[in-house]
């Protein structure tokens, strides 16, 4: 049974920086993508960040170009998130997902398991 857990959320002031963490357990393999997606209070989830395993092609949403980076780990289907220059439009329960095939990287419809997501609060 695949089980995504992300880490690394909490309070932060505008400026500053977090690094979320999403670690799979329950699968042998690589999955074919990962990717990181937040939602925020009354507003739709949105995607900010993905990674293929194979070749590690990275994609970003405009609004966290230059401010965020997903990178693998060593460790097979971990991810991370580094967050810097945070805003307070940033708040949102970040939640990573992963895709067992090939699908754009910034649709949701793509990704087979999704973890449930941990808070990230940016204060002004």
């Known amino acids: 049974q695949v089980q995504l857990v992300e880490s690394g959320g909490g309070l932060v002031q505008a400026g500053g920086s977090l690094r979320l963490s999403c670690a799979a357990s329950?699968?042998?393999?690589?999955?074919?993508?990962m990717a990181w997606f937040r939602q925020a209070p009354g507003k739709e989830r949105e995607f900010v960040a993905g990674?293929?395993?194979?070749?590690?092609?990275?994609q970003y949403s405009d609004f966290v170009k230059g401010r965020f980076t997903i990178s693998k780990a060593n460790a097979k289907n971990t991810v991370y998130l580094q967050m810097n220059s945070l805003k307070p439009e940033d708040t949102a329960v970040y939640s990573c997902?992963?895709?067992?095939?090939?699908?754009?990287?910034?649709?949701?419809?793509?990704?087979?398991?999704w973890g449930q997501g941990t808070q990230v609060t940016v204060s002004s």
């Open positions: 997902a992963a895709a067992l095939s090939w699908g754009l990287v910034d649709a949701q419809y793509t990704y087979n398991y």
């Open positions: 329950g699968r042998s393999y690589d999955f074919y993508t």
């Open positions: 990674i293929r395993s194979s070749g590690g092609s990275q």
